[in-house]
């Protein structure tokens, strides 16, 4: 059990020490919402619930983005490294190291959903009802499973600057497409079709269901288990693959 | 004695290169072993296999009795690889620690830092930011850090500084007085010579020798006889005497080699070769044991 402690605190350490993850997980995602609530004007029609909806579209935003890039990026530069290899020769058991990585992600994340959801409520005076917050919260929280899952695909390649590029270009394509930078109401009929089957989509539209008082619904859940499990099927199978050379 | 580590007629072939070839050999407890070779050899391979990190493509390793991947084997062993690595994001305590709470029996901080030679400086640093040194160094450090009954160490001078590699030996011998098992490689004799009680000679994936120091030396570097004589001269004779191991033309001498000079000496007489300025040379350990290296790159 120390062992597991030890090593949560220290993959939480690393990843507060990382400029990218502070720049991208917690500045940008304020940022955004503060020019896209107070500074360029959209017009919505209910002031208050756009910025709740928004408010929940850069915290998903945020947390996405370190499940997809930290935790990869970081898988590959370990093994790149040949740290991995050292890590194997310990008697650190490989499920121990994982579930510590996890672990050390989700309170990562519980850290940049509380920042980000305190940020926003000071910026714009957003009121949602104590059992909306920690609802919307935990469903961001759980929501970043199937992309947690991306990151582990992420960490097989073998170049870390093939990792970062693809990472980022995924990571930015899901975002837009999913509707977390401008609700996808606003976007082309095709783009509106395309988002229906996005992961992003389904994991900004639970918290949106949430912000306005909903609960998420059966489409959204189902959804990211589906590419939960595709996911994890997917790395499994490279990862046999790989082995096997 | 109680054995540590055994291999028993272990292969490992790589798709078209086979770089361990039915290799056996065991290892008791408080023994220094050098696995000494040139490069290509198979030392690093072996180290691996040795490790669990490789599995063998035939045979068998067993460490403490047991497979190399079992939890128990790992506590008790302490390694260094050829490829330094350290984890980024993390200053050199906070990675001593880290590594420390894997195992029941870690040494204390101090006592690493005293061992391996890091600075306090070097704790708060950053692993990113060390110099080669530094992290050859920390490397060290991670190596020890379980107190281990059995240490690893593949081509671990490499790119160390005279004061390191000092150091680094000393350590060594304190870990060896104090019982423990210690395994290195190395494609330097001098350093097997030095530091190691027992060498493991690696030629082309398989065993060439494997004894003492003092053994290993008298089998690659043997003295010769060395004499000029006329071109016309048959050496033919010279040929038919086992004690003899080797005869060559360099530089218009011809040498005669063999680990009992003064029978040569006999012989030479006795054939009438009309042998002139004679003598007798001691045998060169570096130029036989590069002699050996060489041969293996013309086989790569
Ligand atoms: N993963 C690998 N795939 C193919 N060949 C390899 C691999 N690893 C080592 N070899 C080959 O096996 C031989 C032994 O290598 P190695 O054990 O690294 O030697 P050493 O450590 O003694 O220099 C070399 O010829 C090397 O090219
Ligand atoms: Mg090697």
């Known amino acids: ?245 | 004695m109680t054995e540590v580590l055994t291999l028993k007629n272990v292969t490992k072939s790589f798709r078209q290169k086979t770089a361990v070839n039915n290799i056996s050999f065991s290892i008791s407890k408080g023994e220094v072993v050098a696995i000494l070779g040139p490069n290509g050899a198979g030392k690093t391979t072996t180290i691996s296999m040795i490790l669990g990190l490789l599995r063998p493509t035939e045979g068998e390793v067993k460490l403490f009795n047991r497979q190399p991947q079992e939890k128990q084997v790992r506590e008790k062993i302490g390694t260094m690889l050829q490829e330094v690595s350290v984890m980024p994001g993390l200053k050199v305590r906070e990675i001593l620690e880290l590594i420390r709470s894997y195992y029941p029996h870690p040494l204390p901080v101090k006592d690493l830092v005293n061992l391996t030679g890091l600075t306090e400086e070097d704790l708060k640093t950053r692993a990113e930011k060390l110099s080669g040194g530094q992290k050859r160094r920390l490397s060290f450090a991670l190596a020890l850090a379980g107190n281990p009954e059995l240490i690893i160490f593949d081509e671990p001078t490499v790119g160390m500084d005279i004061t390191s590699r000092k150091r680094f030996w000393q350590t060594v011998r304190t870990f060896a007085a104090q019982g423990k098992t210690i395994i290195f490689s190395t494609h330097y004799l001098q350093e097997a010579d030095d530091a190691a009680d027992r060498i493991l000679l690696f030629k082309d994936g398989a065993i060439a020798a494997d004894g003492a120091p003092a053994q290993i030396k008298a089998r690659i570097a043997k003295p010769s006889v060395s004499f000029t004589a006329a071109p016309d001269i048959s050496l033919e004779p010279l040929y038919h005497h086992s004690e003899i191991d080797d005869i060559y033309r360099k530089n218009n001498r011809v040498y005669v080699q063999s680990s009992n000079t003064d029978r040569v000496l006999e012989l030479l007489f006795q054939e009438k070769l009309g042998a002139r300025d004679i003598q007798i040379e001691r045998g060169k350990l570096e130029e036989a044991f590069e002699e050996l290296t060489s041969t293996t790159k013309e086989a790569i």
Not at chain 1, 111 to 135: C, H, P
Not at chain 1, 174 to 193: C, D, F, H, Y
């Open chain 1, 1 to 245: 059990m120390r062992v597991f402690q030890v090593q949560c605190k220290m993959e939480i350490i690393r990843v507060l020490r990382n400029r990218y993850f502070v720049f991208w997980s917690l500045m940008m995602p304020i940022l955004f919402y503060y020019i896209f609530t107070n500074v360029v004007n959209t017009h919505p029609q209910d002031e208050g619930a756009w910025q709740a909806h928004y408010l929940m579209s850069m915290t998903v935003f945020s947390v996405m983005g370190s499940s997809i890039m930290t935790l990869g990026i970081r898988m590959v530069q370990e093994r790149a490294q040949g740290w991995s290899t050292f890590m194997r020769i310990t008697p650190l058991s490989d499920s121990v190291y994982f579930a510590a990585q996890m672990a050390g992600q989700s309170v990562i994340h519980i850290l940049s959903i509380t920042v980000i959801f305190i940020a926003g409520a000071l910026i714009n005076n957003i009121s949602l009802s104590a059992v909306e917050w920690v609802m919307s919260g935990l469903w961001i929280l759980l929501g970043s499973l199937p992309f947690l899952a991306i990151g582990t695909l992420i960490g097989l390649m073998r170049k870390v600057e093939t990792a970062a590029g693809v990472s980022n270009v995924l990571y930015m394509v899901l975002a837009v497409s999913g509707g977390l930078w401008m609700p996808i109401e606003v976007m082309p009929k095709v783009m509106q079709t395309i988002a229906q089957w996005l992961p992003s989509y389904h994991f900004g539209s639970g918290a949106w269901e949430i912000a306005s008082g909903h609960a998420p619904e059966w489409k959204n859940i189902l959804l990211l288990v589906a590419y939960l499990v595709l996911f994890m099927l997917l790395s499994k199978y490279i990862r046999r693959k790989q082995e096997a050379v």
